[in-house]
């Protein structure tokens, strides 16, 4: 039997269109892609994922940007407290007319003070003292016993009432805002959660704190004398320190207002919140060192 031949498209042969039976004809997909509102899948998912990715940004961000912002712009109310007669702070002013190492220099004194709400109350010490501590002698390791306190005896001499002054200081630690206490021995305050040291005008002589200890505005006024609200702003109200330490007046009273916070050399800041430094580099990046 001969083979059929090729290209001729009978039966049997290797050419020509597939005349069989199918098993469903191909339907080519309308394109949408001129379609505006029409959501393919991969656009949905995709849609949803940048939606997503906005909602968790901006859980993040707000309470970041509002404790940044918000926070120092956010001022605190306060009060004059009047916390009793000055005779009870200026204690142990000088002269010291025979002094020894053991003399008591100056007073701290710590008690709670209330302010116009409950976030206004706050614990303080109130130090009346040397302006520099630095200058109080110290024994050198060896140095006899009788030449120490004949150069103590000199120093506290010379002592006036100009090398003291009186400020309060609030006990939340600069770091993470645990009570700090007042040690005697040291002179200084220490923190206990963390290590933080503060020597006896609260600069930080050690640990994480980030500043000193905040302070308190505080004056001596007498309180028989009346002054309008404008002279009291300016200050005309004030005793000053060296007249209040040497007067016997009754009439003279300590107050304490409002609270602030310094940089290490003592100038005054608007009250920042723990963990915030308030002057350097880092000052302009909190919260987002």
Request: proline content about 13%; glycine content about 10%.
């Amino acid at each position: 039997m001969a083979e059929d031949e090729p290209n001729n498209g009978t039966p049997g042969s290797q050419s020509g269109p597939y005349q069989g039976p199918r098993a469903a004809d191909f339907t080519p997909e309308p394109d949408h892609s001129d379609d505006p509102g029409y959501v393919t899948r991969t656009r949905f998912l995709s849609n949803a994922a940048f939606a997503g990715t906005g909602v968790l940004a901006a859980a993040i961000l707000v309470p970041v940007v509002g404790f940044a912002v918000a926070s120092p712009l956010q001022g605190e109310d306060y009060r004059w407290v009047d916390i009793g007669p000055a005779s009870d702070y200026l204690k142990n002013p000088p002269p010291y007319p025979n002094p020894t190492p053991s003399t008591k220099i100056g007073e701290v004194a710590s008690l709670a003070v209330s302010g116009p709400s409950s976030d206004a109350d706050r614990r303080i010490y109130v130090v009346y003292g040397l302006k520099d501590p630095t200058t109080r002698p110290q024994p050198t390791p060896g140095q006899p016993a009788a030449e120490f306190e004949a150069q103590f005896a000199k120093w506290a001499s010379s002592l006036r009432a100009d090398d003291f002054d009186l400020i309060a200081i609030w006990n939340r630690c600069a770091h993470l805002g645990c009570p700090v206490a007042y040690s005697p021995g040291s002179a200084g305050y220490v923190c206990p959660c963390h290590g933080g040291a503060y020597d006896s005008r609260g600069l930080v002589t050690g640990g994480p704190p980030p500043r000193p200890l905040d302070r308190v505005d505080i004056k001596i006024v007498d309180q028989s004398k009346k002054f309008e609200p404008q002279d009291v702003e300016a200050g005309k109200d004030r005793i000053p320190l060296a007249v209040a330490a040497k007067s016997n007046n009754p009439n003279l009273r300590v107050l304490v207002g409002k609270p602030y916070s310094i940089d290490q050399q003592q100038q005054s800041f608007p009250l920042s919140g723990p963990g915030e430094p308030v002057s350097g580099t880092l000052s302009h990046l909190y919260p987002f060192q």
